[in-house]
Structures are given as C-alpha cells and as structure tokens.
C-alpha cells in the first residue's frame, strides 16, 4: 500500500514538473515571437523613413533653392510706387504723370529696354519700365532729384544715375529714328517738305525754319571765363539748343552744347550741317520767280546770315509796305519753331527749371526731349492745351513776344547782309509775296 502511495506522488510529481517545463516553454516562445514582432516592427519603421527621406531627395532634386540675395543697404527698399502706378492709375492720371499716354510709354520701353538691364550681384536690379518711368517724371514734371528718391524708394545718386542712362540710350538708339529721319535727302523728299511747308505756313519755296533757345543750368567751371561765356543777354547762365522744325512742329535737326552767350550766326557756322549744305546737301532744285529761281529756302531771324538758301527778315531803318508785308509772311512761317518750342518744354518741364548738372548732362537732356517730342507726334499722343507754352490759360495764341521771353528764346543781334545773290531771291520773294496781297491770288 505504501509502495502504491508513493508511485502515485513520484507520478504526480512528474506531472507537475512537465506541466511547470510546458508553461515555461511557452513563456519563452512567447518572449520570442514578441521579440520577433518587435523587431519586425522597428524594420519597417526604419524602412519607411528611410523611403520618405529617398522621395524627398528625389524631389528636392526639381526644386532650385532660391539664392539668398546680398544687399549692403541698412533699409529695406520701397517698390510700392511703381506697383501702385501699374494697378491703380488710370490713363488720363497715368498720362498727367508721365507726360505719355501708356500705349506711347510701352513704345518707348519696347524699343530701349534690352539697352536698360541691369545684372547686379548685391541685389535685385531696378526694372527697365520703372527705370523710364523715373526718367520721364523727371524730366516732365522737373522735380528736384531729391524728391523723386523719396517717392519712389531709390537713393539720390541712383535716381540721378537712372536718368541720365536713359537719356544717353533715348539719343544713342532712337536719335535716327525719330529725327534723323525727317531731315530729307533726296529731291522728292525736298519737294514734300516744301509743299507741307507752303500749304501749312503759307511762304513758299521753304522747306524748315531755324531758331534757337536758352536751357538753363548753374554756372559751370572755370572761373570768369566760364562766367563770361555762358552769361548770357537774359542774365542768367545757359547753353543753346539751336533745331530746325518742319511744317508738323517736328524737329528736323538739332544742335546742343554752345555757351549761352555765343551769337546764333557763329553756332550756326559751328556745325556740320552748314559745312555739308556750303558742299551741296541742298538739292539743285528751285521755282521760278520773275527772273530768279529761288532754291529751297530755310527761314531764320535776322541773326543769321543771308544765303540764297537761308533767308531773312528786311532789317533796314526804313521798310516799305512790301518789305514790311515780307517780314510779316516770313515771320509768320518761323512761327512753327516757337509752336514746336513752347510743346517741347511745356511738356518737359525740366527744360525750363535751372539744371544743377553740368553741361554735358544739361545737353544730353535736351537731346532726349527732342527725341520725345517727335515719339509722342509720331504716335499721335497730343499734348494738353494747359501745358502748351504758346497757348493761354484760355487756349488762345499767346503774343510773340511774350512767347519768345517765356520759352527764353534767343534775339542776337543782325547781321549786314553782303550776299548780292541771296538779295536778288529775297527781292524776287518779295515782289511775289506783294503781288498775292494785291491780287488775293497765289502766284
């Protein structure tokens, strides 16, 4: 019995150390599956980001990483006011600002553009548009230079730098085309001139009037001399723009940068074009007029010298009726160049303010506006009543005098005229001139 006892305990002990063996064992095999799991797990997590780190690389390869951009100014830029003139003005404010309607604007920046871009490393360089932009309310408006460096954000020196680049591009590439190109060449090109001439100003056989003006500035350097040579009649200090204009206020010709003080006949012996009109420039073409044949004729005042292809006004103590009727009909043809005159700088007023630039910038300048004043014929864009120097604030003509003072045009002295030929053509004229007054009749 005792022996049977003790088979069973040694039995159920067996059990229990199995039973204790198989929980053991399924303990470890557990901690190994989770192990597994667990690591399974990390694989992945580890897998995935190494994935989303690949696509990112992937993709950061198509995206160009913005250079920072390098600046050495202490104060942030302002380009507010050329974005607000873009998206706010309308035309009639666009054009009261710059002088230009916007269609005459993107003309200008179409053609000059390419010559104004700028590639700069500190920075993000100025715009070509707001560049013109600077220039034409600059050179319409005649602001002061620190002005406009406050309105539109930039430094005075770069405001003043801005200007006189696109000035020397205005006259550097559109300078030919757009005056140049209406001095005539041939002898039919002679003859429209002469037609328009005769039709619009009423004296015929002239083709272009001559007449200068005074563009103000500071005194330049160079002590007395200096101040005696561009010290002139007016009492202030200037240089002379002398241009010729055809029958659409049109300048034809121009010539920029003689002291103040210098008499119209020797400027006008200075240039090229008269060497090239003594060497035969002016075609051998004329009317007939009594017994003379009268060439084509520039109309000038009584400071430059008599030719039979440049005439002036009788200038002796006492004229007759025919003389005075003379006078009377070419000054009335050189009218043209005071109309032309009082639009160039009615518009640009920067011409009748005191420039504090030198001589060369002052000239540069004026070149320019000429060079503007025949863009905005060209492409029809009117100039207003309110601005035009030879209108009144009625619209009405001003008198010639008071023409010529405000736009401080020039009255040298006469010059005796020896030329026996060029008298003969202004006599013939004359006689001519008299005859359609007595017969109300175009001879």
């Given at each position: 019995m005792a022996e049977k006892n003790a088979g069973k305990t040694n039995c159920g002990n067996e059990e229990l150390v199995f039973l204790a063996c198989a929980i053991k064992e399924?303990?470890?095999?557990?901690?190994?599956?989770?192990?597994?799991l667990n690591n399974l797990a990390a694989r992945r997590k580890r897998f995935l980001n190494l994935a989303f780190l690949l696509?990112?690389?992937?993709?950061?390869?198509?995206?160009?990483?913005?250079?920072?951009?390098?600046?050495?100014?202490?104060?942030?830029?302002?380009?507010?006011?050329?974005?607000?003139?873009?998206?706010?003005?309308?035309?009639?404010?666009?054009?009261?600002?710059?002088?230009?309607?916007r269609d005459t604007f993107n003309f200008i920046l179409n053609r000059i553009a390419p010559f104004l871009i700028r590639q700069t490393v500190t920075e993000e360089p100025i715009s070509p548009a707001l560049r013109l932009a600077i220039c034409l309310y600059r050179l319409g408006r005649g602001d002061y230079l620190y002005t406009i460096s406050e309105m539109s954000g930039l430094g005075v020196s770069t405001v003043s730098s801005i200007c006189q680049e696109v000035c020397q591009v205005l006259v550097d590439h559109l300078w030919n085309e757009t005056v140049s190109t209406h001095m005539p060449q041939t002898e039919e090109e002679f003859k429209q001139k002469?037609?328009?001439?005769?039709?619009?100003?009423?004296?015929?056989?002239?083709?272009?009037?001559?007449?200068?003006?005074?563009?103000?500035?500071?005194?330049?350097?160079?002590?007395?001399?200096?101040?005696?040579?561009?010290?002139?009649?007016?009492?202030?200090?200037?240089?002379?723009?002398?241009?010729?204009?055809?029958?659409?206020?049109?300048?034809?010709?121009?010539?920029?940068?003689?002291?103040?003080?210098?008499?119209?006949?020797?400027?006008?012996?200075?240039?090229?074009?008269?060497?090239?009109?003594?060497?035969?420039?002016?075609?051998?073409?004329?009317k007939t007029v009594g017994d003379v044949t009268v060439p084509p004729l520039i109309v000038g005042d009584s400071a430059f010298p008599l030719r039979t292809w440049l005439m002036k006004p009788y200038t002796?103590?006492?004229?007759?009726?025919?003389?005075?009727?003379?006078?009377?009909?070419?000054?009335?043809?050189?009218?043209?160049?005071?109309g032309a005159y009082g639009q160039l700088k009615g518009r640009w007023r920067v011409l009748l303010r005191k420039s504090e630039s030198n001589q060369d910038n002052v000239r540069i300048t004026t070149l320019a506006c000429m060079v503007l004043h025949n863009i905005c014929i060209a492409q029809g864009d009117a100039i207003s009543k309110k601005l035009d120097l030879s209108l009144d604030v009625n619209g009405q003509k001003r008198d010639r005098e008071q023409i010529r003072k405000l736009l401080q045009m020039r009255n040298c002295s006469g010059i005796r005229d020896v030329s026996l030929e060029a008298n003969k053509v202004r006599n013939a004229l004359c006689e001519k001139l008299w005859l359609e007054k007595e017969t109300d009749k175009v001879c």
């Open positions: 399924g303990r470890r095999r557990r901690l190994q599956m989770q192990l597994a696509v990112l690389l992937i993709s950061q390869r198509n995206i160009t990483v913005p250079r920072p951009v390098r600046s050495c100014r202490r104060l942030q830029r302002n380009t507010g006011w050329w974005e607000n003139v873009c998206n706010t003005y309308s035309d009639a404010r666009f054009k009261k600002t710059f002088r230009v309607s002469i037609l328009d001439m005769e039709e619009f100003w009423q004296f015929p056989c002239c083709w272009t009037a001559i007449d200068g003006c005074h563009i103000p500035m500071k005194c330049p350097p160079g002590g007395l001399q200096a101040c005696k040579e561009y010290h002139n009649f007016k009492n202030f200090y200037s240089i002379v723009l002398m241009a010729m204009v055809d029958s659409h206020y049109r300048f034809v010709w121009g010539s920029c940068g003689f002291p103040g003080n210098s008499h119209d006949a020797v400027i006008f012996r200075s240039t090229d074009l008269w060497s090239r009109i003594q060497e035969g420039f002016i075609p051998v073409i004329g002796n103590a006492v004229l007759t009726p025919q003389q005075r009727n003379f006078n009377y009909r070419l000054s009335r043809a050189r009218m043209v160049t005071e």
